[in-house]
């Protein structure tokens, strides 16, 4: 199993930024997508982005509901993806997962059935 860690998560301002970091073991950056996730209380887990893997340029996509304010990447040295997220909203209040897919991304959507692992979550709290 590919253990995922992440960090970054707490509370904001409306308004403010986070960045959210997922170390992964070595060269999974180059053989997995990988997505980042939220789940609120009471709701079904939402995809947030996905980003390719190596093989598949690196593109990210993302949910509507945070595109334009969202941003994910990748340092393949570090084995490390990231969430930059800005302008915040009370909205974005969840817990967010980094997950590896074993197939490649075509939107923020990922199939639960395909992850090879995911991680613990880290919160997020978005309030004044």
């Known amino acids: 199993q590919v253990q995922l860690v992440e960090s970054g998560g707490g509370l904001v301002h409306p308004g403010g930024s986070l960045r959210l970091s997922c170390e992964a073991p070595e060269y999974t950056l180059n053989h997995y997508a990988m997505a980042w996730l939220r789940q609120s209380p009471g709701k079904e887990p939402e995809g947030v982005s996905c980003?390719?893997?190596?093989?598949?340029?690196?593109?990210?996509y993302y949910a509507e509901s945070v595109k334009g304010r969202f941003t994910t990447s990748k340092d393949n040295d570090k084995s490390t993806v990231f969430l930059q997220m800005n302008a915040l909203k009370a909205e974005d209040t969840a817990v967010y997962y980094c997950?590896?897919?074993?197939?490649?991304?075509?939107?923020?959507?990922?199939?639960?059935?395909?992850?090879?692992?995911r991680g613990q979550g880290t919160q997020v709290t978005v309030s004044s």
């Open positions: 980003i390719s893997s190596g093989r598949g340029g690196d593109t990210a």
């Open positions: 997950a590896a897919s074993f197939v490649d991304c075509s939107s923020a959507t990922v199939n639960p059935s395909l992850l090879a692992s």
